[in-house]
């Protein structure tokens, strides 16, 4: 990480040895490309979509996203899972677990009323069979406890759920890296194959199936994410060699080549292996290894191409760098539009420009909404700082010859 102090507004009131070592803004960047990314492809149909990671190779936004993730949870955890200190780790982690559940709640009903009154305003009733939903509306009594139980996820609504289930085994993955990293990743790694060799994830209540993202699968990636930079943070270096970039680099153009020119059929090929499909598919569900190989062979080859990481480490103030440092809201946010988006798409039967034109007014929206959050957390750290050098108030002084100083209290 940059040691100079970071470029923040209000920053330049302070002393210099008041401020903090700089964020190191990479993270926030790739957070906030990643967060653009889900939103363009969560509105399907308009042609941004075609220009996204997905098209060019084996993963997409959601590996990248998960896999940041785990770096900042190792980031914000790790050096604070201490003897002594690992039970209040445990109840920051769980705390966070339930801000997510509260956040997968506010999407999932506000899409549901999204659609409930695009098929009602608009007399489009097709709009109720879309995404999962005519399940829970056919049975509402099933439905809804089945939505605030997480035993059902309306389409575009299943990141959150997985992230919230990482969160809560952030403890357990820290423990085990407590005892050696290898351990870690090593039952990490036990439990990502016996859940897609034998296709254990937790089941949907109305409907018979899977949770989209499986998190006894995604846990491995997460979890990669976090040891290597806890690693990293205690004087470790991550693989380097130039064999690994070779490969890293292969891998990627492979991938690009077998997803562009649709090779698909390829896949047959593999799975005549008889080997399990976790290790030789395409499944999302799952995480298989095709896929997690493609987002760890990006980030290493972002790793050790400087130019890649010059590009990635933008000011502090940068739009990219603002709305990762906001991922949550921004998230949720975008969600939100996305269904909108949905809807709209849906009313007007696709029409190309219109999806265009919302596409762009959705992400110009998220950027404004993250700068209004990034105001209030610098006026709100204001606040708070000068709150706690305590306020000034001038006093009178009265001095020998009747003149009335004044002096700071």
């Known amino acids: 990480m940059a040691a100079t102090p970071e470029n923040a507004i209000g920053a330049e009131r302070l002393p210099q040895s008041a401020v903090r070592p700089a964020r190191d803004t990479r993270l926030d960047v790739l957070r906030g490309l990643a967060l653009i990314t889900?939103?363009?492809?969560?509105?399907?149909?308009?042609?941004?979509?075609?220009?996204?990671?997905?098209?060019?190779?084996?993963?997409?936004?959601?590996?990248?996203?998960?896999?940041?993730?785990?770096?900042?949870?190792?980031?914000?955890?790790?050096?604070?899972?201490?003897?002594?200190?690992?039970?209040?780790?445990?109840?920051?982690?769980?705390?966070?677990?339930?801000?997510?559940?509260l956040a997968h709640m506010i999407t999932t009903f506000i899409t549901l009323a999204l659609f409930i009154c695009g098929a009602s305003l608009f007399h489009r009733p097709g709009l109720l069979v879309e995404i999962n939903i005519l399940a829970v509306l056919m049975n509402l009594t099933q439905g809804i406890p089945a939505l605030l139980l997480l035993g059902h996820q309306i389409g575009y609504n299943n990141i959150l759920p997985m992230y919230g289930a990482l969160m809560l085994m952030v403890p357990v993955i820290l423990l085990l890296y407590s005892a050696h990293p290898l351990l870690a990743l090593g039952v990490s790694g036990a439990v990502w194959l016996f859940a897609g060799i034998y296709q254990i994830a937790p089941h949907n209540m109305l409907i018979a199936d899977y949770w989209f993202l499986n998190p006894l699968s995604w846990?491995?990636?997460?979890?990669?994410?976090?040891?290597?930079?806890?690693?990293?943070?205690?004087?470790?270096?991550?693989?380097?060699?130039?064999?690994?970039?070779?490969?890293?680099?292969?891998?990627?153009?492979?991938?690009?080549?077998?997803?562009?020119?649709?090779?698909?059929?390829?896949?047959?090929?593999?799975?005549?292996?008889?080997?399990?499909?976790?290790l030789t598919g395409f499944d999302k569900t799952f995480l298989s290894l095709p896929r997690l190989l493609h987002v760890l062979a990006l980030s290493y080859l972002v790793i050790n191409i400087p130019v890649l990481s010059r590009i990635l480490r933008r000011p502090s103030d940068h739009p990219l760098t603002i709305i990762g440092r906001h991922s949550l809201n921004i998230f949720v946010a975008?969600?939100?539009?996305?269904?909108?988006?949905?809807?709209?798409?849906?009313?007007?039967?696709?029409?190309?420009?219109?999806?265009?034109?919302?596409?762009?007014?959705?992400?110009?929206?998220?950027?404004?909404?993250?700068?209004?959050?990034?105001?209030k957390r610098i006026d709100g750290t204001v606040k708070a700082r000068s709150m706690g050098r305590g306020a000034s108030v001038p006093v009178a002084v009265r001095v020998g010859d009747g003149r009335k100083l004044y002096r700071d209290k």
């Open 38 to 101: 889900i939103f363009i492809n969560h509105v399907p149909g308009q042609i941004f979509e075609y220009a996204t990671t997905k098209n060019f190779g084996f993963s997409d936004a959601a590996e990248a996203f998960v896999l940041i993730s785990g770096i900042a949870v190792g980031l914000a955890y790790g050096s604070g899972f201490k003897v002594g200190g690992r039970l209040d780790m445990a109840k920051k982690a769980i705390k966070r677990a339930f801000t997510l559940y």
């Open 219 to 278: 846990q491995f990636l997460f979890t990669i994410g976090a040891v290597g930079i806890m690693h990293v943070k205690r004087g470790g270096k991550l693989p380097e060699h130039p064999i690994l970039f070779v490969l890293a680099s292969g891998y990627v153009a492979l991938s690009f080549a077998w997803v562009v020119g649709h090779l698909w059929d390829l896949g047959n090929v593999l799975a005549a292996l008889g080997m399990p499909p976790v």
């Open 334 to 375: 975008g969600t939100i539009l996305a269904m909108a988006g949905q809807v709209l798409l849906y009313i007007t039967n696709h029409d190309q420009m219109i999806g265009a034109l919302f596409v762009v007014a959705g992400i110009s929206g998220q950027f404004a909404y993250a700068y209004h959050l990034e105001r």
